[in-house]
């Protein structure tokens, strides 16, 4: 059995020690490390970036719609839920003036939604909250610390690419 199949409940809620320098990584243990913080951060910055304004999730469906319009079913499935949730996040967002519907082009039986400046600038203010977060958290650290999670977060890209 892996450490990932033994891991105890307390594996996932606390946090290790930083190993030694010599000591043997198991990919195993490292992956539930690794899966804890990258949870626990993304949940961090989160609700660091959302408030008053816009909900988690519309801030997701904002980004998705940043780069490209798309349907209510595109964005219901990326963001795996069903379709009437995604019907009550746009149309807060619509409400808010921060996407628009349209007739897609292609077929006049769908409609298509895309961010609007407003959108735009919601997004950004919450994108820049959340760095604004991190950043005085990484500002806290030793140069050496920075370097390392400098190191890390280039290995974490890599991973996420492939």
Known sequence: MTAANTATPADATTSASPPDAEADIQPDALAIDLRTAV???SR???????GDVITPGQYTVLAHLNTASQTLRELAEREHVQAPSMTRIV???TEQGFVLRQAHPGDGRQVQI??????QEVLAEARSQRT??????????SEQDRLVLSRAAHIMQEMSAK
């Open 39 to 41: 949870m626990r951060t």
């Open 44 to 50: 961090r910055l989160r609700i660091e970036a959302t």
């Open 91 to 93: 149309n807060a967002l």
């Open 114 to 119: 895309s961010i609007t400046p407003a959108g």
């Open 132 to 141: 604004a977060w991190l950043a005085r958290r990484v500002a806290g650290l």
